[in-house]
């Protein structure tokens, strides 16, 4: 009974460039949470998804960050034109469903390094 | 909006003693989850121990047992009989009833010594 399931583990961008976050949620788990860490921190929030629907965005940067989770295939964090702040563990969790008491469970993380 | 204090940045334990881990929240939801997650120094964030607002006893899974006092609004994470693999950063969380992201507080990290 595979977890939830983020590649890569590890990830180096250069400034400017794009980095994409993959996230397989756990089997049967049909909502996808996206977190980021920073160094030192706990865990903020930044999008919440469903199936082909992005519920909340409200933890994302307006620029540069976008995130999706398509029909078919795994939930994608995408961080355009990356800057030394983005660097960071970004955690993917995912629940049965939304609302009420659902635990949800996370991944082992990207840890995306900016050079 | 909710909000979780942890205020101890950092406690040292010895090996089989029992560690308390406070953890203080604020929310105007009446309704509402309390977790508590572990994060070892590999990275990964593993559910501890869930306890819902309305529960009328406190959680235990093993050796993890929540404290709840609704009243003070914290919900403490006791863990007995500590081991080494304990050693770990620990997260308090909460949601509310109706809510799906979690708010996280700060961290706790706990160093157990043989």
């Known amino acids: 009974n595979a977890g939830v399931m983020q590649n890569p583990r590890h990830l180096v961008r250069r400034r400017g460039q794009e980095a994409r976050l993959r996230c397989s949620p756990m089997?049967?788990?049909?909502?996808v949470y996206w977190y980021r860490q920073l160094p030192e921190e706990g865990l903020k929030f930044m999008v919440y998804?469903?199936?082909?629907?992005?519920?909340?965005e409200s933890g994302m940067p307006k620029e540069r960050f976008s995130a999706e989770f398509p029909k078919e295939g795994p939930s994608i964090l995408r961080i355009q034109q990356v800057v030394r702040g983005d660097s960071a563990a970004y955690f993917c969790a995912s629940s049965p469903s939304g609302p009420s008491t659902d635990t949800q469970y996370f991944g082992p993380g990207t840890r995306l390094t900016v050079l | 909006a909710q909000k979780i204090t942890q205020t101890q940045p950092g406690m040292f334990v010895q090996e089989k003693e029992a560690v308390t881990l406070d953890c203080t929240y604020d929310t105007s939801d009446p309704s509402y989850g309390l977790f508590w997650y572990k994060q070892p120094s590999s990275g990964e964030m593993i559910f501890l121990i869930y306890q819902g607002s309305y529960d009328q006893q406190n959680a235990t899974e093993g050796r993890y047992s929540l404290n709840f006092q609704k009243a003070r609004k914290s919900a403490n994470l006791v863990i007995s009989a500590s081991q080494l693999g304990d050693s770990a950063m620990y997260f308090c969380?909460?949601?509310?009833?109706?809510?799906?992201?979690?708010?996280f507080g700060a961290g706790t990290t706990v160093t157990v010594r043989a």
């Open positions: 089997k049967g788990h049909s909502h």
């Open positions: 969380a909460m949601r509310g009833r109706w809510d799906y992201k979690l708010s």
């Open positions: 998804l469903q199936k082909e629907n992005i519920i909340d």
